[in-house]
């Protein structure tokens, strides 16, 4: 009798450790948190490969494959090839550009 108690015990502990690292509308599983981090980082790879990109001027996020950009550049152009760089790296769903024009100064 104690060994069947244990054992729904251990099957509810399972259960529960499972339910715990499954993905819902507001956040990711584990596989996708992975996935995300590796999205973000081949992003900011690709910009610092790029002699038009300043990798340090953009911010890259990711979540569920949707990479967003953010930051301040000084010319159009430098946000516009960040977009087209994201949006050719393997894994991206989506890009969504946020990156703003530095005032002149």
Request: hydrophobic content about 45%; proline content about 1%; overall charge neutral.
């Amino acid at each position: 009798m104690l060994n069947k108690i244990l054992k729904w015990f251990a099957l509810f502990g399972v259960t529960f450790v499972l339910a715990a690292c499954a993905a819902t509308d507001t956040s990711r599983s584990a596989g996708e948190y992975t996935d995300d981090t590796a999205i973000t980082a081949r992003v900011k790879l690709a910009f610092v490969n790029d002699e038009q990109v300043s990798a340090l001027d953009i911010n890259v996020e990711t979540f569920r494959g949707i990479v967003q950009l953010s930051g301040f550049v000084p010319q159009r152009e430098m946000a516009q090839r960040a977009e087209q760089i994201a949006r050719g790296v393997e894994g991206v769903k989506d890009v969504r550009n946020d990156i703003r024009l530095r005032a002149a100064q």
